[in-house]
C-alpha cells in the first residue's frame, strides 16, 4: 500500500476540492459487513502516518456484531485493538453522504498485518500469482433482492426478467444507482430485474489486482445505503425467500500478464481454444470445489442455492457458455476469453471469494491438473455428466467437513483464517440448532437479511 506524502497530498487536495469534512475509514468484516468510524478531516494526515485503533475481534462476530468465541480474537488478545492504516488508493467522496469521503484500511497487530483480515488475505493470495508471473483481471455480479423498508414485501410482484417496466419500479432510485456508483469507483454496466419478486443486477466493469474486491465491497455497501434513501432495504442474503431462486455473485476472471497487456487464457489451436495455463487454472478450482464453495457460499442460507434447475450449481462441473455448471468458460480470443466462477452467492464476501478462487487455481497451475470434459447440455440431468461427478454441499456440516479437510485451500489462506472462518460457520449451526428446538422458522432472515 502506498503511504507516500503525495498519494496524500493528492487525497487532500481531493477532500479540499470536494468540500470534505468528513472521513469513513472502513473494513469488510468476515462476513462482507462493512465496519468503519467516521473521523473528521482535521485529522486524517495523523491516522495515515500513525494509524487509526479498531477493534480486532470484528473478524469474529456474525452479521449482527454478537461475538463468537473461540476464534482466537476476542477475549484470548484481551479484546485488543490493532492499528488501521489507509490504503489511500481507495479513497472516494460519497456522493450521498453530504461533506464525506471514505478510504478502506487493513489492520496491523504487533508489528504485522493482520492475517484473518478478509483484504489481507485476498492481497496474499495475489501476491503469490504475481511472484508467478501473472496478473488477474476480475469482476462479481452480484444480484439483491429490494423490497419496502416497513412491510419487508418485495418492490416488484412478478418474475419477469429483464421486463422494463420491472427495472423502472423507482426511476429514481435506479437513475441515483447509475449515477452515484460511478462517482465511488463503480464503473457500473447496465441495470436489469432477475429471476426473483424485487431481485436486481447491476453488473460492473472489472479491474485488475485488489481493486476488484475493493470494488465488490463498494458495491454491496453503496446499493445498501443509497436504497435506504429511497425507502427500502437492498439484501444480498442468498436465499431470503425459499419458494424463488436466490441471489447470485458470480465471480468473472481471467489471468494476464504481469503488466496486464495480454491475456493468458486464450489459445486458437487450444482445446475449447483454452491455453494449457487455462486449462489446469479450471481443473484447480474444480479440484477444490467442494472445499471453496463454502467460502464462496457461507452461510447456512447461500448453501441452500445449490439446487438443480435454479440456475446455481449443483455439482463440479465446467462447460462452455453453460449456465447449468459450476464454471462456466467464455472464449472469445485473447482479450475477452474469461472464466465465470459461478459457486459465489450474494451474501458472499468478495475478498474472500477472490482469494479462494486464486489459492484454487495456483494449485491447478502448480500440479498440472488435467481438466475433465466439459458438459454439453444440462448439467443438472446426471447422464450428461462425466463418470464420478462430484456434489456440492449444499448443508453446512458437509461443506465444512470438505473446507476443513482441504489441506492445499488451508495453507495457503493460512491457520489464522481458516481456524476464524470455522468458528463462525459453527456458531451458525448451534444457531441452527437452537432455532429448531424453539420452532423458529425465521432466525436465517432475522439475522442475515438486513445486514448482508
Known amino acids: 500500500m502506498d503511504f507516500s506524502k503525495e498519494k496524500l497530498d493528492k487525497v487532500l487536495q481531493k477532500m479540499t476540492a470536494d468540500d470534505v469534512q468528513f472521513v469513513r475509514w472502513e ?12 473521523a473528521r478531516k482535521c485529522n486524517f494526515s495523523d491516522k495515515v502516518n500513525n494509524g487509526f485503533p479498531f477493534y480486532l475481534g470484528f473478524v469474529a462476530v456474525d452479521p449482527q456484531c454478537n461475538i463468537v468465541h473461540n476464534s482466537g480474537y476476542h477475549e484470548e488478545i484481551g479484546y485488543a485493538d490493532g492499528l488501521m492504516f489507509a490504503d489511500l488508493d481507495t479513497y472516494v467522496t460519497i456522493p450521498w453522504c453530504k461533506n464525506t469521503g471514505r478510504v478502506l484500511m487493513e489492520p496491523m497487530y504487533e508489528g504485522k498485518w493482520f492475517a484473518p483480515q478478509p483484504r489481507y488475505v485476498a492481497r496474499k493470495q495475489l501476491d503469490r500469482l504475481q511472484k508467478m508471473g501473472y496478473s488477474l483481471l476480475s469482476g462479481y455480479e452480484q444480484e439483491f433482492f429490494v423490497v419496502d423498508q416497513n412491510t419487508l414485501e418485495p418492490i416488484t410482484k412478478d418474475v419477469n426478467v429483464r421486463s422494463t417496466i420491472r427495472n423502472y419500479k423507482d426511476p429514481e432510485f435506479l437513475h441515483q444507482i447509475m449515477t452515484d456508483l460511478p462517482k465511488v469507483g463503480v464503473d457500473v454496466d447496465y441495470f436489469e430485474s432477475e429471476y426473483a419478486p424485487g431481485q436486481f443486477e447491476v453488473p460492473y466493469q472489472p479491474s485488475f489486482g485488489i481493486s476488484s474486491a475493493d470494488t465488490g465491497h463498494t458495491f454491496r455497501t453503496s446499493v445498501k445505503e443509497i436504497a435506504l434513501q429511497h425507502g427500502y432495504i437492498a439484501s444480498f442474503m442468498s436465499k431470503p425467500f425459499p419458494e424463488y431462486p436466490g441471489s447470485s455473485c458470480h465471480f468473472n476472471h481471467s489471468l494476464w500478464d504481469i503488466d496486464g497487456q495480454k491475456g493468458l487464457m486464450y489459445d486458437a489451436d487450444g482445446p475449447n481454444g483454452l491455453s494449457d495455463v487455462a486449462q489446469h487454472w479450471i481443473a484447480g478450482i474444480l479440484a477444490h470445489a467442494p472445499a471453496i464453495s463454502l467460502l464462496m457460499a457461507p452461510t447456512i442460507n447461500c448453501l441452500k442455492r445449490f439446487k438443480p ?40 464476501n468478495p475478498y474472500i ?33 462425466p463418470p464420478k461427478t462430484q456434489t456440492l454441499p449444499n448443508d453446512m456440516k458437509t461443506a465444512l467437513e470438505y473446507f476443513a479437510n482441504d489441506d492445499v485451500i488451508h495453507e495457503a489462506l493460512g491457520e489464522e483464517f481458516c481456524k476464524c472462518f470455522g468458528t463462525l460457520k459453527l456458531h451458525e449451526m448451534n444457531l441452527e440448532a437452537e432455532a429448531k428446538a424453539k420452532g423458529d422458522d425465521d432466525w436465517e432472515r432475522n439475522l442475515f437479511f438486513e445486514y448482508l
Open 353 to 385: 471469494s477472490l482469494a479462494a478462487t486464486v489459492a484454487a487455481g495456483i494449485d491447478g497451475i502448480q500440479r498440472e491438473l488435467k481438466l475433465p470434459p466439459p458438459v454439453k447440455g444440462d448439467a443438472y440431468d446426471e447422464k450428461n455428466l
Open 309 to 348: 434447475g435454479t440456475f446455481a450449481p449443483c455439482n463440479v462441473t465446467w462447460g462452455i457458455d453453460n449456465r447449468s455448471t459450476a464454471v462456466r468458460v467464455k472464449v472469445r480470443g485473447e482479450r475477452r476469453t474469461y472464466v465465470e466462477n459461478r459457486l459465489g452467492a450474494a451474501a458472499g
Open 27 to 38: 473494513q469488510s468484516d468476515t462476513y462482507g459487513v462493512a465496519r468503519s468510524k467516521t
